[in-house]
Structure formats: C-alpha cells, structure tokens
C-alpha cells in the first residue's frame, strides 16, 4: 500500500512490555449484512459489529482500517452465514494474527401469523453471532455462539391461585445463547427454529398483529398456561438440551411485572462457557 | 482570576457571524443534589445535570468550567428546591448572560406501603426539574417544569370483555411534565403528591415489595378496573388540570404490552409548550 | 371484519369525560422500510415506528391493530418518499380520526470517502421522519420535520490558543430538525445532502475508513480549523438557513470532551415549534 | 408469615422437570446504599440490585419478596462493604438455598482536583459489586468483583506521528473487572485506588472541573504521551498485575475515536472467569 512508503508505520514497531493481548479491534462498526432466512430467501439486517484479532506480545498494534475494509467488503458481495470460519481465516491473513473474533448484533424480521385471524405482520427479534478462531499449535479452536432474544408473555402462577379472578400477567423476555455444533455433518440451527422452539416455553407467544379473536385466543391461553420464570427457563432448557446442532446453552428469562417496578428474573446454564 | 493575566481568553473574543445562541453549556454533568422531601427530610439524590445560558451575537464563546463550578458549589452546601430562580440568576451573573437554563434529571426514592400488610420499601421514580429565566426587556420570564415517570399497572378492558377468562394487563408509565404556577404565593407541587395523584389513574398501582395478600389484592383490583391507555390518560388529564400550582401539562401513557413486543401509546397536553 | 360480529368493539363504545386526545396509537412497532436515495436507489432501513392519531372526545379508544396493518402493508409494498400525506391521509381514514402523526426513526448508510486515498466504506447515520396531518375546517396542516444526527470532529481553539503544542479535539454529533416546505413546488430536500452541507461546520467530518494518509489529512484538517461548539453550531445556523426547501429548523451541538466526561453542549432554534 | 395460613403457597410446591437452577431472583431493583469511602466518610449511592439464589431441583419457585425485603432493610441499617459475606448468607438463610448471588451497579463519586490550579468537583464513576457465595460440599466458594470504568483521554501516536502538527485525540474508558484476594488478612482495595491506577494507564486522565493553566497542561501532557488502546491496557495490565489484594482481572479499553464514528477497542484478561 502507497502510505507505507512515504508515512512510518507505528503499529509495526517493536513492543517491549511483553504482553500478548487478547482482542485487538473496532467496536461500533455499523454494516448492511446479507443473511440467508430458512426459506432460502436473503433478508439484508443493520449489523453492529466488534471485530477484533490477537496481538503478538512484541508488537505496538494492529492496523485498524483492515477491520473496516474486510466488513465493507463482505456487506457488499458476501452473505454472513452461520458459519463464519471464512471470515475469520481471512481476518487472521489481513491481520497476521493467530486469533480472531467477530460479533454481529442484529435485529432480524419474522413475518408472524395471529393464532386465529392467521393475519401477518413482521416482527423483529434481537439476535446475535459471536464466532471466534484460534490457532492451538497444530489445531483450530472455532466457536460459534448463536444467540436471540425472544419477546414472550407469562401470567402469575401464584397470583391465579391466591386470587378469586384475574392473574397479573407481562412481556417477559426469553434470551439465549447457543454454543452450536461447528462439526461438518452438523444440522443448520436455523433462528426462525430457535426462536419458534422457545416460544413453545411461554405462557402464550407475542405477536405483532392481533384482531380480536386473536387476543380472545392470547389471553385464554396465557391464563389456562400460568408460569413463573422459573417455569419458563425450565421448559427453555428443555428445549435446548434436545435442539439438534446445539451443544451447550446460557438461558436468561427476565418478566417485567406488571404489579412492581422491577423484574423477576432467572439465569441456567449447560456446558456453556464465555466466548474464548 | 489569574490564569487571565497569563493566558488568552479566546472565548471573550469578538464574533462577526451575529448570530445570537439560543443554549450554550454543559450536558450530562453528574452530581449529588440535596432535596427536601415533603416529610421536611433530606434526600441526597444522583443528579444528571445540563446546564446553559443564551449566548450574545458578538461574543465567541461562553466559560465553560463556571457551570461545574456552581453545580459542585451548590452540590456542596445547597439544597435545590422547587424554586431554582436563586440558581439561574447566579448562573446569569457569572456567565453575563441575558438568559439561563437548568435540567436537573434524578432518581427520587419514596418509601412505598404494601396495600394490605403495610409493609413498606424505597421506590425509585424518575424525576426532572427544567428551569429557565429570561430577560425580556424589564420583564422576567421565569418557567419551571417539574417532571415525573410513574410506573403503573394496566388491565385491557377489550382483553376482559371478549375472554371468557382472564385479561392481559402489563407494567405501564404515566409520564408527567407539569408547568407550575411560579407565582409567590402559588402552592408548592410536591413530587410525593403528584405522583400519587397520577396513581389514581391507573388499573391499580405497582408496588415495590408485595406479600401473597398484597399481591391478590394488586390482582383483584387490576381486574376490577380495566384501563387502555386512553382511559388512564384521560383520568390522569383530570388529576392535571385539577392539582393545585399547575398550570399546564403534557402527559404520554405507554403501556408495555404482554400481548405484543410494541407499546400502546397515547400522548396529549394542555396549555403547555417546550421549555423557553 | 368477523369479530365485528361475535365480539363487542369496546373501543367504539362512548367515553364521557369529554377529553379530546392528542395522539392515540403505538409506539416502537418495528418494520423494514424502503427508502429512495439520492441516486435513485432503494435502501431497506430497520425502522422504529411511532404512529398514532387524534382521539374525539366521545370514543373510548382506537383500534391499535390497523396501525400495525397499514405500516405492515406499507412495508411489504410502498416507498417511504419524503412526502407522507398520502401515509397520514390513509391512516385518518382507517381510524376515522381528524389527524394523524407518524414518526419513523432509522439508521440510514450512506457511501463515504476517505478524503485522500478516496477508498470508501458504508457509513450510517441516526435520521427521523416526524409527520402530521391536521384538519382545521376545510383547512389541511401538514407538516414534515427531516432529522440527521451528524458525527462529525471538533477541535477546541482555547486549547490550541494556549498549549505550546497540541490540542484536544473529540468526537461530536450536530443534531438538526429540519421542518421541510411541503409546498407542491418546493425543492427535496435529500439526507444525503444536507448531511454534507452539516459535516462543513465541523473542524473536520469523521470516516468510515482512513488509510495513513488520510488520517494525517483529517489531523492537519482539524487542527488548522479550531471550533468551539458555539462555532459550529453558528456555522450550522447559516448552513439551515441558506438550505433551499427548510423553512425552520432547531439544532442541537454536542461534544464528548477528550479532557472531561462530560459535554460540551449547545441549542438553536429559528422558525421551529414542536410538532403540532 | 400470615399468609400462608390463609393463601396457598404455589412456590413451595414441587417441581418434577428435575432441573436445579442456577440462579433466580429480582432484577433492576433500585435502593440507596450506604458504603464507606476511603477516607472513612459514608457515602450514599443508588444502587441498581440483581439478587438471586439457587433453587433446587424439586422446587417449583423462589420467594420473590425476600429478596426485596432483604435489600430494604440493608439499605436501611447496613453499610455495604467489600465484603458480602455476611450478606449473601443472610439471603441463602431467607431463601433456604445452596447458593447466592448479588450484584450492586451504582456511580460512585470521588472528588476530583485539577492538575495546576487544584480546584476539585465531584466525578462520578461507574461501579459494580458482584458477589457469589456456593456451598461445595463442607466447602465454601466465595468470589467478589469489583468492576470500575474509568474515563481517559487517549492520543493516537500514529497520527501524532504521520501529521506535521496536531494529533487526534478522544475520550476513551478503561473498563476494569477486578476479582479480589477475599481471604482473611487480603489487603483491602479501594476504588478510589483502583482508579488513580488506572489512570496512569491514560495518555492524560479526565477532569471535572478545568481552568486554563489546567486545560494547557491536560492538553500538552495528551501530546506527550500519545498511547494506541493496545497502549493503554498493556499499562493498564501492568497496574492490575501488581495491585495488592487482586488476585485475576478483566480488562476493556474502548476510545471514541474523533475521526471515525466507531470506536477503536481493546480486551485482555488474566486468571479471570466469569462469575460462578
């Protein structure tokens, strides 16, 4: 590149401290992302991406602007797929690192039908990639955690039993992260299946567009299925133990009581560590 | 001072663009604030202050570090009543300025009793002052908006009426600004009065600590008082208009759903405009 | 529509307080939204949707639902033109209300280039429709606020003025609410252009990408172009009023200190009010 | 409790799905808190709380109002030190569990002096406590971390480099995840310590309250002292490896660049897990 003639390059310089780091990168980077929906149709997302690689202990920095120019690149002629090994080896070529790692924050549309009208609208859910590469000597470690946020409701147990009509019922939010099995032969974990699974734990779906019938049919739902948060990470759980192509799990289920100002609140986790 | 005898004084300087500035100063500057409480005790709340004066066409710039001085003056050994007209007009003085402004945004712990056991605990709800005095020739214009966010309880009276059971109901805000009456003699608006007196508009109250008695009857009264947003907001524009030291209002209800991931919404005012 | 028949419509039913309502509707409802850029092109943008209508005095409550019906339809089949009277007049007639206001809330990409190497990278920006529709008699008041927020660098002149070498600069956003002539012949008013037109009041624009030349080009630049937020909220001032097709506007300058943490702030407003 | 005479308990009924939770409990609940300063003086922040316990695998659910009545009443009579020992075996005793979990977010001000003319404002810092207490066995597994995020200012020693004069500089944070030696004669570490560490990891620290023979030597100092963010959290590593009474950390440095809208972004972390 024309620069490195003419401008020093501080980054290349030598560091004497000795400290190899972690994460080196951008934070906040916002990009168009082509995606692939489970009906093979592409739906283009506003991504947030934090880009980073490690940082050999003998060198000052890395050159930031790679970050930035491999993410344009991508968003213009390449589709982020779950398997994001491709862009990471690219990362760690562009950076001569031995790691990289990338998040991609999301809110992704599903077209959602009414339970009875079957009238749809879209409704966008939070959703997350965090996939990372590491060089193990002669091995690979790949990572990638899956994760989504789903907008849910849940009525009171307690308060139906203790009460001689009604039960305080609120939106609750099921949030989960799925450490996904990277094997070649693995299924596809789609986030329409995810999502669509861990409604299943909710007193009763929410849903964007509702006509009457509809909400008759949310609301006698939600009453006949009352569930603490403890109930619903429970039945989370059980639908991510038995999700095929998902090999651990962080569940966080968070209700925001309609009778206090705070939120009832439960966290589980099963063979799933941090991002490495 | 005299870093003036040493130093230039580029703000001081003259500017030709003749544009006379509407707010200049300082945002998001953080501080403890004393308040006296209705109770006549002290409460030291985190206040999130902006802080500004009008700035005229031939003059550069304003001094900057003269806001955080006062806010941290008067953080020391003030206390900042309803009445902060003493404060703008300090703020005048040292700025030389025709105009000032003063946001105050905080916390405000209320000790709250259970509805049945009486037990109690601190809530915290969202408060601001916006105050402003201005020069109009001999005249001063001075305007004080007190703000409160009061969380609520909501039970949809469609949701009740066509389900053979239950009603969807869900955590809601009543978001006040009241323009009060500065006259010397008017009453004073206590935050304590006027966030009970919007309660009343509610389906029922939220609570911060609730046992199983308290939360039957939360549940029980939810139901027996089914609100949209529209009915609690017009309940609360007749606590508006009626409360004592208020002139003027603007009042939004939002209303999270259980049954969706959007909000119902409803926004409406009264002899109200933006702060000068 | 069915229900009508099986089910009561307590929305229609008559309210007695005789309260006329501001705006009725809801608020954060989500939906991809096309767009038409300058060049012609279309952008998909993730949009925030607030959209309500004016409640008469004797009707209980809307039916929220057609909101989310007609944004949906909207989504899936129409652009979002600068023009929403035809939005607005569609929504008065679904909810037979007098007005109607719609607020869109989006990121928007637009294509920068490094200043030196020319090198480019999606850059997104915060932008707001903010659209109302009255009836007064046989009178329409239609207005239309355009809002950019615009990063941009800001180099103190004090600082520069009294160090030996050196200067704080940091990253600023100019926030402007432009209220549009809606005028049959009045001229568009492109984001993209009047983003340019604000980066000029900047000591320099911030960029997606800068390689090593570029980067010294936008150092040199902010430092041989000091501003105070004062500075280039005035420049901003003569950018707006100059803008053909904005009748008023109201700004806002904010400066994220690199020597404090807190804000330098400033506000002007010239021929705005608040939307009616 | 004399509810339980008369209302079913649905909490304590059993569970059959047989999975042992790892956490449950409130969630964003608000309370003052008392904590002790370094200086010996008390200081009263607002805290927001996350509490929670184990629940066991028989156990349909949690008592939700124990934890609320638990924070009250610390609140009202406790002063909340490092050590939450005491605390979190109260809130297993209450809840009847194995295990317990609290983490306190809250500001924390610290009176801050300026460089040169040694005028002191109030500055508030971002703090947390998060504290875990497990029962292994005859084994007790105690962990506490404390987190601060510290504001900096950072300059970029490339573009100090490549440019003839000038050099870009921003407001950056150091974000530090301390996890303490909590063993009985462990040295106490307090945050006003933890943070002047830090600070020396800046190109310059941050201040609240700047006269102008301040500003200059802010400024020139910045110039001096041009760091990368890879700089600073090597520095930063430095100061965490040597601080008495921490026995592993976490560490985020993240610069609000003031020539791009990203942010340039730094992680490191050494004998460091997530809370158990």
């Known amino acids: 590149m024309i620069e490195q003639l003419v401008l020093p390059d501080v980054q290349q310089s030598e560091d004497i401290r000795g400290i190899e780091l972690w994460k080196v990168g951008v934070k906040n980077f916002e990009i168009p992302m082509q995606l692939t929906q489970k009906n093979g149709e592409k739906q ?13 202990k003998n060198r000052k920095g890395v ?8 993410l344009s690149e991508w968003s213009r002629s390449r589709t982020f797929e779950l398997d994001l090994r491709p862009f990471l080896q690219e990362a760690r070529d562009r950076l001569d690192a031995q790691s990289a790692h990338v998040e991609l ?10 339970p009875v009208t079957g009238l749809s609208a879209p409704m966008a859910f939070g959703c997350k990639f965090d996939a990372s590469l590491l060089r193990n000597g002669n091995e690979e470690d790949y990572r990638f955690i ?10 009171c ?19 989960a992260q799925a450490l996904l ?17 861990l409604e299943e734990a909710a007193s009763c779906p929410v849903y964007p567009f509702l006509k009457r019938p509809d909400e008759k049919h949310v ?20 639908v991510m133990r038995d999700f095929a192509g998902i090999k651990g799990f962080s569940l966080e289920v ?4 309609s009778i206090h100002d705070h939120n009832a609140w439960a966290a589980h986790r099963e063979n799933f560590h941090e991002t490495s």
Chains 1, 2, 3, 4 share one sequence.
């Open 44 to 56: 283009s997302v506003h991504a947030i991406a934090t880009m980073s690689v490690g940082l050999s």
């Open 181 to 197: 099995d990277t094997s070649s032969n693995a299924p596809i974990v789609w986030i329409e299946d995810l999502i669509a699974a």
């Open 254 to 257: 968070e209700a925001f009581e």
């Open 105 to 114: 924050d999301f809110r992704y549309f599903i077209e959602k039908k009414a």
């Open 219 to 238: 609301t006698e739902t939600q009453y006949e299925n009352p569930k603490f948060v403890e109930d619903v990470i429970r039945d989370a759980t059980l």
């Open 63 to 70: 050159h930031m602007s790679r970050f930035v120019l491999q």
């Open 157 to 175: 147990p307690c308060s139906k039993e203790i009460s001689d009509y009604g039960a305080h019922n609120q939106r609750a939010f099921i949030r």
């Open 146 to 155: 899956l994760s989504v946020a789903v907008p849910i409701g849940n009525l």
